[in-house]
């Protein structure tokens, strides 16, 4: 199969630098998703890999082939858009026969390879149905069938799934995903989703502004965010302003004083005490203890101001020492805050990261 490697790689449209200095790698086999809210840079990043966009600077790397002069018919792509995009006049069969016959492919090769790739997405029976006899899903995997029937070395998806409704959407990428093992396909995926990002990629890259804010697996992004971007758009955080209380230098474990809130947790390399930074601590984080358990001394006093109830949790709005925070429970704990209100609890924070700064 294929690594795939963009090295340095920028484009502008005048004074916006819709991608700038872009490095990635996707693995032979990997499957690899770009991250980010929209006009981060995302999807212009996919297209200049498949060439359909030239960058202004940098190169692109099949293995070690660079392609960053080979129009997208020469880089043997497998290219998924946004929006279907089936023929309306062919059946099904005749869609996906369309690319092999074009590279002259014999017609019994085509049959073979038609019902190959129906089989691989489950579609196997459908080759007579047109498009129009199709749901939005079905239509999605037979586009994909279509990609897999000239047997590309690289698959780019470029958010296949948002026109998708929600039901189907979460059947679909984990279809995706398993297409992806069963073909060893080098994969590159785009979505704004996190929840689709995190269920189905190997590593991710997340973009904001044009620019590469951190690259990691889904656990190394959640649990260890190294910007304020990606603590704030993976998942949800408290950010809590503060300084680094004291540090111990053999272990790294140190204190962070925050809004008046004491939190014990691990320093990374680089912070030395006194220091300006951001607790951020995630709600699911945050343990309300029982009026039975004995109380750290770090444990912090706090008022429930709100309850929420959001079906797999309870989300609690608390002021603690004037701060507000957003707390998650979950499991049976939920059922135990439904409707408090102006009570007072107990808080301790399991884990929180540490970021350089104050952030909002």
């Not at 297209?47 to 082939?65: H, M, N, P, Q």
């Not at 085509?110 to 899903?137: C, H, W, Y």
């Not at 995903?177 to 990002?197: N, P, S």
């Not at 609690?316 to 957003?326: E, F, M, S």
Request: proline content about 5%; some cysteine; hydrophobic content about 35%.
């Amino acid at each position: 199969m294929t690594k795939v490697v963009a090295k340095e790689v920028s484009k502008l449209y005048g004074p916006t630098k819709a991608v700038y200095r872009m490095n990635l790698e996707a693995r032979d086999t990997e499957f690899v998703t770009i991250l980010g809210p929209s006009g981060c840079g995302k999807s212009t990043t996919l297209r200049i890999i498949a060439g359909l966009i030239r960058a202004d600077e940098g190169r692109v790397f099949f293995d070690d082939k660079d392609v960053t002069d080979l129009p997208p018919n020469r880089r043997n792509i497998g290219f998924v858009f946004q929006r279907v995009a089936l023929f309306p006049h062919m059946n099904v069969r005749r869609n996906i026969a369309f690319g092999l016959k074009a590279r002259r492919v014999p017609a019994r090769e085509i049959d073979k390879r038609t019902k190959e790739v129906l089989a691989i997405v489950r579609m196997e029976g459908f080759e007579n149905r047109s498009p129009s006899q199709l749901s939005g899903g079905q239509a999605q995997r037979i586009e994909i069938a279509r990609v897999l029937a000239t047997n590309p070395d690289v698959l780019l998806f470029d958010e296949p799934l948002s026109n998708i409704d929600a039901k189907l959407r979460d059947e679909l990428k984990f279809e995706i995903r398993k297409i992806q093992r069963e073909t060893g396909k080098t994969m590159v995926y785009v979505t704004h989703d996190q929840g689709e990002a995190f269920a189905i990629s190997d590593r991710i890259y997340v973009m904001s502004q044009g620019i590469l804010e951190q690259v990691g697996t889904p656990t190394e992004l959640y649990l260890d965010p190294s910007t304020p971007f990606v603590a704030s758009f993976i998942g949800q955080n408290n950010f809590i302003p503060g300084k680094v209380d004291r540090v111990d230098p053999t272990s790294g474990v140190g204190t962070i004083l925050a809004q008046g809130i004491e939190m014990s947790t691990q320093i990374p390399d680089g912070f030395t005490s006194g220091e300006n930074v951001t607790a951020c601590v995630r709600p699911e984080d945050i343990e309300i203890l029982s009026e039975r358990q004995p109380k750290p001394q770090e444990a912090t006093k706090a008022t429930i101001i709100e309850s929420i109830f959001m079906g797999n949790a309870t989300r609690l709005h608390v002021d603690a020492k004037g701060t507000i925070l957003r707390v998650d429970l979950r499991g049976q704990e939920r059922f135990s805050y439904l409707n408090v209100k102006d009570k007072e609890v107990f808080l301790s924070m399991k884990k929180c990261t540490v970021i350089k700064g104050h952030q909002q």
